[in-house]
């Protein structure tokens, strides 16, 4: 994620690929977007305590930045737009300088994936600009050929890390796989996020533009922020609570599914990433395996059904011909045998669990190393949130 960049000196190298953290801080584990700091290239460190540090940049965007968390948590804020923005934010719990580095200084932020289980996150950087009023003509000019569909789309999806609950791994899709959607692969692109390599997680789509709309909603009536180069987090439970089997706490854990491999993505098994290949332009298709050969029809008749009477009222005109999830279709002739049967109904409590309550998801502004006053709204930061609730909205009316 962008939140990830820090700049400054490198932390002290031990040898190839062993570095030596302040006072016992460890690297961030769940970093998306792949940005890095210092020669040493270490993303954002987690503090003991459980809280996030990202190293101070350079001027002025490091100042910058610290400058705008102090305005927005101050202690002495009255402001009602700067205390509202407050809870769209990761909560700002001062500096911190470590004793092993006294030259160094770090923000320390919550750590807002840390109440989940199997965080799904997705960084997204928003606005029709990447640069921002002090941009130098070179600088323009990089920041536009990186994408340059920015101005048109209004985002640009910077990585995605997402849990597949019938594998018990993760994918994760770094900043090459986000340059290279248009608006007509957009939507599809989109949706892997919300894919747990069974279903469509229509629950956790229509939680994110709710949440979404909270930020925008807090952005059309303010008119003394600009914000470039910012982007938004978001973060839901990938793994279901499986109240209804009659397994206990023990979660579901099947042998990891092959795939179509494309370019930018890796997959984590058990936390172990591995790197796919990048010479594949195909898309990934996580196989459950022969055990869903029947859920097509199975889904057809009583999944939909079963899911009726708990699905959100604000959900159900969505889903008048699909069940919350979006079940893949595998169908292979012949019936299932008894270890198919055992996992499809794994599978399909797995479908109706997400449904038990409303999803844990948490959207959250990050990285403000280019906000600027203004006297205006923010009509591009406002563009770039009204068009990816757009997007959502249509892959949530699939």
């Avoid at 910077?158 to 899709?173: E, H, I, K, P």
């Avoid at 370019?263 to 058990?270: K, M």
């Avoid at 049967?341 to 409303?358: N, V, W, Y």
């Amino acid at each position: 994620m962008e939140s990830a960049v820090s700049a400054g000196g490198p932390a002290p190298s031990l040898g190839h690929g062993f570095h030596r953290f302040p006072n016992g801080c460890t690297p961030l584990s769940h970093q998306v977007a792949g940005h890095k700091y210092g020669k040493s290239e270490l993303g954002m460190l987690q503090h003991p305590d459980g809280t996030v540090l990202k190293q101070l940049q350079p001027p002025p965007r490091g100042p910058r930045e610290m400058n705008f968390y102090n305005m927005v948590f101050g202690s002495s804020c009255h402001d009602h737009v700067f205390l509202e923005l407050q809870k769209f934010l990761p909560k700002f719990l001062g500096t911190w300088t470590p004793t092993t580095a006294p030259n160094e200084l770090y923000l320390k932020l919550e750590d807002v994936t840390r109440k989940f289980n199997k965080p799904c996150i997705m960084d997204v950087k928003i606005g029709k600009k990447s640069y921002d009023p002090d941009a130098s003509a070179e600088k323009i000019q990089q920041q536009i050929s990186k994408y340059p569909l920015m101005e048109e789309i209004g985002f640009l999806v910077l990585g995605m890390r997402v849990y597949q609950f019938s594998s018990d791994s993760y994918v994760a899709y770094d900043q090459r796989y986000g340059r290279g959607l248009t608006e007509e692969t957009l939507k599809d692109g989109l949706s892997r996020f919300f894919h747990d390599g069974s279903c469509l997680r229509k629950d956790a789509v229509a939680a994110s533009i709710r949440e979404i709309e909270k930020i925008l909603q807090w952005f059309e009536r303010q008119n003394k922020l600009c914000f470039y180069a910012s982007s938004l987090l978001f973060v839901y439970e990938g793994s279901p609570q499986l109240t209804a089997t009659g397994d206990g706490d023990a979660p579901h854990k099947p042998a990891a599914p092959k795939g179509i491999r494309r370019t930018g993505e890796v997959v984590e098994y058990n936390n172990n990433v591995h790197v796919m290949s990048s010479s594949e332009n195909g898309m990934v298709e996580a196989s459950v395996g022969q055990s869903l050969s029947n859920m097509y029809a199975l889904h057809r008749k009583g999944c939909f059904r079963a899911h009726q009477s708990v699905v959100p009222l604000q959900l159900k005109n969505a889903e008048q011909d699909h069940s919350i999830c979006k079940c893949l279709t595998l169908i292979s002739p012949g019936q299932p045998n008894g270890n198919e049967i055992k996992q499809l109904e794994k599978d399909l409590i797995h479908s109706s669990s997400t449904l038990q309550e409303p999803p844990e998801v948490d959207v959250r502004m990050i990285d403000f190393a280019h906000v600027f006053p203004s006297s205006t709204k923010d009509e591009g930061y406002i563009y770039g949130l009204k068009h990816l609730i757009s997007v959502l909205r249509n892959i949530l009316d699939d």
